[in-house]
């Protein structure tokens, strides 16, 4: 067990009660948790989320779900975020004919891009890039255009995730008092953030949930702005790209 964590560049525990229940299993993920190896989650079993132990370690990590109904749409999300995590560290031999188009599937992605269901609008940050930037905090704003401002640079927290633009460098952020979505330039509470499956969603695409972590606001798009919201709605729901 100790061998194949030391070994692997990746783990993909298989989340059910049975495997939370399993002290082998306890052992093994908690190994790889100490080691930093990284971590994706698949999740199994329906109605259910993890806790004690497993909801401990799998906090803040986006899980990969399963459907046997969609199944090929669900391996296809899973690659994704395997390539997202550890993409850069994985090498695979492939027949000469297939290596170009192989080479592109294993790039890793450098920062995730947040597409609103239905606005098809991108959270964008368009301050002055830090350390010219001298203002503390500005409104984040919306695009149609996936440029380098709408990209963002997944950081982890204590069981949560910071959101960094690649282009300015400033992190997502949302203010419960003035129940803004901000562009700030440190990390705080504020900027901590759940990324979460979007289980209802039935397209091809990869939709998510956007839960600020401290206030338990959901991001979402009314008009043309960005919201946090108490609850969830369609306007809460995201795809990946």
């Given at each position: 067990?100790?061998?194949g ?7 993909c ?9 399993s002290?082998?299993?306890k ?9 930093e190896?990284?971590?994706?989650p ?74 609103h269901?239905?606005?098809a609008?991108?959270i ?17 704003e919306l695009?149609?255009?996936t ?15 910071f ?13 419960p ?17 759940l ?16 839960k600020?972590k ?15 919201l ?7 729901k995201?795809?990946?790209?």
């Amino acid at each position: 067990m100790a061998a194949g964590v030391e070994q692997a560049v990746v783990v993909c525990p298989f989340l059910t009660p049975a495997y939370q229940a399993s002290r082998s299993c306890k052992k093994e993920l908690s190994y790889a948790d100490t080691r930093e190896v990284a971590i994706v989650p698949v999740m199994l079993a329906h109605n259910w989320e993890p806790s004690e132990w497993l909801g401990l370690v799998t906090a803040g990590l986006l899980n990969a779900a399963t459907d046997e109904e969609r199944l090929e749409l669900c391996l296809q999300a899973l690659q994704s975020e395997l390539m997202f995590t550890v993409g850069d560290l994985i090498t695979a031999e492939q027949p000469e004919e297939e290596a170009p188009e192989r080479a592109r599937e294993v790039n890793k992605k450098p920062a995730r891009a947040f597409c609103h269901a239905l606005t098809a609008l991108y959270i964008c940050d368009t301050a002055d890039p830090l350390p010219e930037s001298n203002l503390e905090r500005t409104t984040m704003e919306l695009s149609d255009l996936t440029a380098s401002h709408c990209h963002w640079e997944e950081l982890k927290g204590l069981g949560c995730k910071f959101y960094r633009n690649v282009h300015t460098k400033r992190y997502i952020s949302f203010d419960p008092i003035a129940e803004q979505v901000l562009s700030v330039c440190g990390q705080s509470e504020e900027d901590e953030w759940l990324l979460l499956v979007d289980q209802s969603d039935q397209s091809p695409r990869r939709a998510v949930i956007i839960k600020n972590k401290n206030s338990g606001r959901f991001l979402a798009v009314k008009g043309r702005g960005l919201v946090g919201l108490e609850s969830y709605t369609d306007e809460c729901k995201w795809f990946l790209d």
